[in-house]
């Protein structure tokens, strides 16, 4: 089993940062992928950013030059630094981590979601 813990959010005016924590924990042979997505009410779920185990990123169009994905492969986490935070940005954000388990099988494992909240 593995399991993510998602920490940092809460609520921030608008212009302020947070930087959002996943760490994953469990039966881990390696990570290739972990990323993060993000839900606001009434609106599908969207991939914020990704990270590879190569440190290759990719970042939807609207948080480019604000959000920053980085990893520490040694912890298996993962982070979310969101500076400029817009209202727009207020949703609950997931992490999800592509993990090759102990076990010798690959398995896609979600966290359990924290809500982050910009004020304007």
């Known amino acids: 089993q593995v399991q993510l813990v998602e920490s940092g959010g809460g609520l921030v005016q608008a212009g302020g940062s947070l930087r959002l924590s996943c760490a994953a924990s469990g039966s881990i042979f390696s990570i290739n992928r972990m990323a993060w997505y993000r839900q606001a009410p009434g609106k599908e779920r969207e991939l914020v950013a990704g990270i590879v185990d190569g440190g290759g990123t990719k970042y939807v169009d609207s948080v480019k030059g604000r959000f920053t994905i980085s990893r520490d492969n040694r912890k298996n986490t993962v982070y979310l630094q969101m500076n400029s935070l817009k209202p727009e940005d207020t949703a609950a954000y997931y992490c999800?981590?592509?993990?090759?388990?102990?076990?010798?099988?690959?398995?896609?494992?979600w966290g359990q979601g924290i809500q982050v909240t910009v004020s304007s």
């Open positions: 999800d981590a592509t993990v090759f388990t102990a076990s010798y099988s690959f398995g896609d494992y």
